[in-house]
């Protein structure tokens, strides 16, 4: 199975601030890798799929990139609403798999 | 609007069964690809199965193949997991959700239900 490997585990920024999250998978997914933000309590939320698409309702602050194994999400300018636990997650082949999970957290 | 309503989560005993079930509302269900993704108590996201719009197609995680089942009835717009021989393993939040590109795309997900919790313990 294709393993994805998301860092920093955690990261602390400040409001205004450039996030950098990073997902790597152990093997080529092409362009096949979606981004979900997750909240206490609450389900996830489609950010990002295919590498670079915002879903619908996202803001153009969120924006990802990449391909074949290496893939970053930016959130450009940090909104307090922003911080939470980001999840990767590829489609390129069965089994489908997430990355552990990377925490935004404000400094 | 889009709704997912997930039920039947509860307290079960190792070795036990249990069927979740996902009601769906506000789109042309058979049109879309379904899936179940769980989240063990402070752990990250794990997909456990998906199933095409027909429910001709189904796929499962090695950790629940030949132990959950997953189906649909798109006349009621419901999901269903057969879950048996569940194990301690199993603890987690249920999510049922849709695919985002319809039924012959199973991923991404674009819409999630709020999760039911399923706990195995004695």
């Known amino acids: 199975e294709i393993v994805l490997t998301q860092s920093p585990a955690t990261l602390s920024l400040s409001p205004g601030e450039r996030a950098t999250l990073s997902c790597r998978a152990s093997?080529?997914?092409?362009?096949?890798l979606a981004w979900y933000q997750q909240k206490p309590g609450q389900a996830p939320r489609l950010l990002i799929y295919d590498t670079s698409n915002r879903a619908t309702g996202i803001p153009a602050r969120f924006s990802g990139s990449g391909s074949g194994t290496d893939f970053t999400l930016t959130i450009s300018g940090l909104e307090p609403e922003d911080f939470a636990v980001y999840h990767c997650?590829?489609?390129?082949?069965?089994?489908?798999?997430f990355g552990q999970g990377a925490r935004l957290e404000i400094k | 609007e889009v709704q997912l309503l997930e039920s039947g989560g509860g307290l079960v005993q190792p070795g036990g069964s249990l069927r979740l079930s996902c009601a769906a509302s506000g789109f042309t269900f058979s049109g879309f690809a379904m899936s179940w993704v769980r989240q063990a108590p402070g752990k990250g996201l794990e997909w456990v199965s998906s199933?095409?719009?027909?429910?001709?197609?189904?796929y499962y995680a090695d950790s629940v193949k030949g132990r959950f089942t997953f189906s649909r009835d798109n006349s009621e717009n419901t999901l269903y997991l057969q879950m048996n021989s569940l194990r301690a393993e199993d603890t987690a939040v249920y999510y049922c959700?849709?695919?985002?590109?319809?039924?012959?795309?199973?991923?991404?997900?674009?819409?999630w239900g709020q999760g039911t919790l399923v706990t195995v313990s004695s």
């Open positions: 959700a849709r695919s985002y590109y319809g039924s012959g795309t199973y991923n991404p997900l674009d819409y």
């Open positions: 997650q590829q489609r390129s082949a069965w089994p489908i798999t």
């Open positions: 199933i095409s719009g027909t429910g001709g197609n189904t």
């Open positions: 093997q080529s997914v092409s362009r096949y």
